[in-house]
């Protein structure tokens, strides 16, 4: 209990000369916080949709950070997340007094690790604090060298969700000003402009820079629906800039927010388009006339892997009324080709990978990546040598600051990848099964499924649209995370490609849309072909929807609109 009160006294001393130091500015945003908390709390009461987020470095869920990420829900920091960012960051105020060697506090980064970044002081007087936030700005600004265009906002407000909560963790140690600086950037509508590109894939470094300075009321951010310089905004908004001091900065830049909340929009997405392809499939199945038998409940149960249950599952219900599960007609071969066949468990494989994949975003979004780790339980570290108990933060008990490579994202790289590759799959079993849609001896359908009336080409030059699309999404699918070159004199040595891999991933999802739109052009106009075809209550919903953006081919014309119709109308459906 005496280590509890020894603790709690260097807290609140520390603060106390923190916040003086500071000018007060710690104070004012502590302020800010409170009042964006308490009007938040307010708009709950009276039923705002909007309601509060309560953040409190406790695990986050995928719908929560879309939430605020797309809908602007409000957030309010706990009381139980503000005590620990007030503890780990008196932890690191006792280092910098002490002259503790810690990288990215006392020390330089990269290379430079080993040059001072502070010299020795016997307190936290107004110099060495200078001297801190001098570091913490220069820091921030020789890193802040994204390029190319600018993420979108959503991606933006999704990663400072997800760093605002892990701060609240203590694990970064940074000042109670930058979470309330978080919030009230989030509650207010303040957006950094963040360079789409710049990150290696350990920790999105030169991007994240620009948040970090956007705190500081440097650099630029969208408010009010324009683009303008970060102070002006935070002048707006009755906000003050965070006098960034300790391993603000560090804690601010060093984790891979952005790359995590760019590869969860980009895996929400994909779930999005496998929702609607299994059923723009079994609507393509109907235009083939194609046979039900891959997909029984007996077939899956000598294979039950779980993505093909499901989407076997799915396709049943999808057809239930269709004249697929009626007695074959003559011409309805006993196989079809294998696109058709092996569709429900390619896609299944989809399905295996994104659950995969949304279990690794998860993860990463609700856990630390902070290098170094702020610890204020040391009883583990203290039998482990002297090596260990150099990390040990001297006054303050059971506090250390220990170095980790927690910022490594190569598990969540190999998940997006291979999504990708799954995608890439399901991508040329449908480019294949659209083009065994012109084969009149496959369908026993007019070639190219011309309408009877129409003496022209019909759907024949289509495939090459369908081709290429297929050959680009091949291409986006190959992994990246290989690409390594060594930088910071041959120490950073290793990389993941981890944001380009998540972009990569986004730009084939919006490619597999036209695509769909492709084979849903074909699956309709089979269908039309075949008089009094009975169709399953969902393809007949879907292709009743399509109808309304898309009519019937009938005779030759330009099928560029009805193409991007198509992927307009498969983006919009309700999920």
């Known amino acids: ?33 409170a009042r964006d908390a308490a009007g938040a709390a307010a708009a709950s009461r009276v039923g705002d949709v909007r309601r ?16 605020v990420a797309r809908q602007g829900r409000p957030v309010e920091i706990s009381a139980k997340g503000r005590a620990r960012v007030a503890t780990t960051f008196a932890v690191v105020l006792a280092a910098a007094r002490a002259n503790l060697p810690v990288y990215g506090l006392t020390t330089g980064v990269g290379w430079n690790k080993d040059k001072a970044a502070l010299k020795a002081a016997e307190a936290l007087d107004p110099d060495l604090m200078a001297a801190s936030q001098r570091f913490n700005l220069g ?92 102070a002006q905004a935070l002048n707006a908004a009755d906000l003050k800039p965070v006098a960034l001091v300790g391993k603000d ?37 109907e235009g083939l006339n194609g046979n039900v038998a891959p997909f029984l409940d007996v077939v899956v149960a000598a294979h039950p892997e779980h993505g093909f249950a499901v989407v076997a599952g799915r396709l049943r219900a999808d057809l239930a009324g269709s004249d697929l599960w009626s007695v074959g007609e003559a011409h309805r071969p006993l196989q079809d080709p294998l696109s058709f066949r092996t569709m429900p468990i390619v896609l299944g494989n989809v399905w295996e990978a994104l659950d995969a994949a949304e279990a690794e975003v998860v ?42 490579a ?21 991508s040329e079993s449908i480019t294949q099964s659209v083009l065994r849609f012109e084969n009149p001896a496959i369908t026993g359908l007019p070639r ?46 290793v990389t993941t490609d981890g944001p380009l891999t998540a972009r990569r991933l986004g730009e084939l999802v919006e490619d597999l849309y036209p695509l769909s739109s492709l084979q849903l052009l074909h699956a309709a106009q089979a269908v039309g072909l075949r008089k009094d075809f009975h169709q399953g209550s969902a393809t007949r919903a879907l292709l009743e929807g399509y109808r309304a953006h898309v009519p019937f081919v009938d005779q030759d014309r330009i099928l560029t609109e009805d193409i991007e119709a198509g992927a307009q109308y498969l983006r919009g459906l309700s999920p």
Do not use: C
């Not at 590869?263 to 499939?281: G, I, K, M």
């Not at 609700?366 to 108990?389: E, M, Y």
């Not at 309408?451 to 992994?479: C, D, T, W, Y």
């Open 1 to 33: 209990m005496r280590g509890r009160n020894d603790f709690a006294g260097v807290v609140v001393g520390a603060l106390v000369g923190m916040l003086w130091l500071l000018g007060g500015a710690g104070g004012a945003e502590a302020g800010t916080g």
């Open 52 to 67: 509060v987020l309560v953040l409190s470095g406790d695990p986050l869920s995928v719908a929560d950070i879309l939430e």
């Open 139 to 230: 820091t921030l600004r020789a890193h802040a060298a994204g390029v190319g265009e600018p993420l979108p906002d959503e991606v933006v407000r999704a990663a400072m969700v997800i760093r605002l909560n892990l701060l609240l963790t203590g694990d970064g140690g940074v000042q109670p000003a930058v979470v309330d600086q978080y919030a009230a950037f989030l509650n207010r509508g303040i957006t950094p402009i963040v360079p789409g590109r710049g990150s290696v894939g350990e920790a999105d470094i030169l991007q994240s820079a620009h948040i970090g300075l956007a705190l500081a009321g440097e650099w630029k951010v969208r408010y009010g629906g324009a683009v303008m310089p970060a």
């Open 249 to 285: 900065f560090l804690s601010i830049i060093g984790d891979n927010s952005l790359t995590v909340a760019q590869s969860l929009l980009a895996v929400h997405a994909a779930r999005t388009w496998l929702d609607r392809e299994v059923t723009v499939f079994a609507l393509s199945l």
């Open 363 to 404: 993860f990463f979004a609700n856990h630390s990546g902070d290098n170094p780790l702020v610890v204020t339980d040391t009883r583990s570290l203290a039998t482990q040598g002297a090596q260990v108990g150099r990390y040990i933060v001297p006054g303050v008990p059971n506090a250390a600051i220990v170095p980790t």
């Open 406 to 426: 927690n910022f490594e994202p190569l598990s969540l790289v190999a998940a997006l990848e291979r999504v990708s590759l799954a995608l890439a799959h399901s």
């Open 448 to 493: 190219f499924l011309t309408a009877p009336e129409n003496p022209g080409h019909g759907f024949g030059a289509v495939q090459k649209a369908v081709v290429s699309l297929n050959s680009e999404i091949r291409s986006l699918a190959m992994p990246v995370s290989l690409d390594s070159v060594a930088l910071a004199g041959n120490i950073e040595d």
